[in-house]
């Protein structure tokens, strides 16, 4: 799999988890992937907790079923409908969540990149976010992002010092399948833009420049 079809064939995955755990082989190579990504001031900002016990796994299931319906009690009934089907969670199927963090201090107080622009170094960590899920991807392994969860009860619970900050929660495992059309898509949450409205020439809001297509796959 070249890395164009692994970003056309990632996915964020919740109900195609098989059941098996992933191996230490191809866990190893994923997150070497992710450490292999670029980072501002290469300071290398992330950690990576891979957590595989079943009773904190649970744990945090528990948890997120928790937040999933306090977001669903918020909604207006229309989209509490369009909601209802949707699965965030895919904690336990997948058996592996890998807890990925950002050290803001790491690299020390002049970070070469991040002196004017200090988002810099959590983007650093979208990264190799990015790289582990296409790496996953190519390896057969399904990757969901988990956001539905209080971030002291996560920091607690896999013991994240407060200097530290909580980026994701991955849900990472094989797979029985990867579906072609994305969740929210698939179930009418959001449709995806088309590229020729996300592209500007010269100046943001700019008419959009020749060449460019106006469908989507």
């Known amino acids: 799999m070249n890395v164009y079809e692994a970003i056309g064939a990632r996915r964020d995955v919740r109900n195609e ?5 992933v191996d230490d082989a191809r866990l190893s190579r994923v997150l070497e992937a992710a450490h292999a990504a670029p980072s501002v001031g290469n300071t290398q900002p992330w ?6 016990d079943p009773d904190t796994l649970t744990r945090f299931a528990e948890h997120v079923a928790g937040c999933r319906a306090d977001f669903a009690r918020s909604l207006p009934a229309d989209r509490a409908a369009t909601f209802g089907p949707i699965v965030v969670e895919g ?3 997948s058996g ?5 963090t950002y050290d803001p201090g790491r690299g020390g107080r002049h970070i070469l990149g991040r002196h004017t622009i200090d988002s810099t170094g959590r983007l650093s960590v979208g990264l190799a976010i990015e790289n582990l899920w296409l790496a996953a991807t190519a ?3 399904g990757v969901g992002w988990v956001s539905f969860y209080q971030d002291p009860f996560l920091r607690e619970l896999v013991g994240v010092p407060t ?13 029985t ?5 994305p969740d929210l898509e698939r179930f009418g949450w959001r449709a995806r833009r ?10 943001f809001g700019s008419p959009r420049p020749t060449g460019v297509r106006t469908q989507t796959r």
């Open 177 to 181: 399948q990867l579906q072609t059309v």
């Open 96 to 100: 592996t969540g890998i807890v990925v």
């Open 17 to 21: 988890f098989s059941g098996d755990v």
């Open 139 to 141: 390896e057969g392994l």
């Open 91 to 93: 904690i336990e199927q």
């Open 47 to 52: 950690d990576f907790v891979v957590v595989q």
């Open 163 to 175: 200097s530290v900050e909580v980026i994701a929660w991955l849900c990472v495992g094989p797979v």
């Open 194 to 203: 088309s590229l020729a409205d996300a592209v500007h020439r010269e100046t």
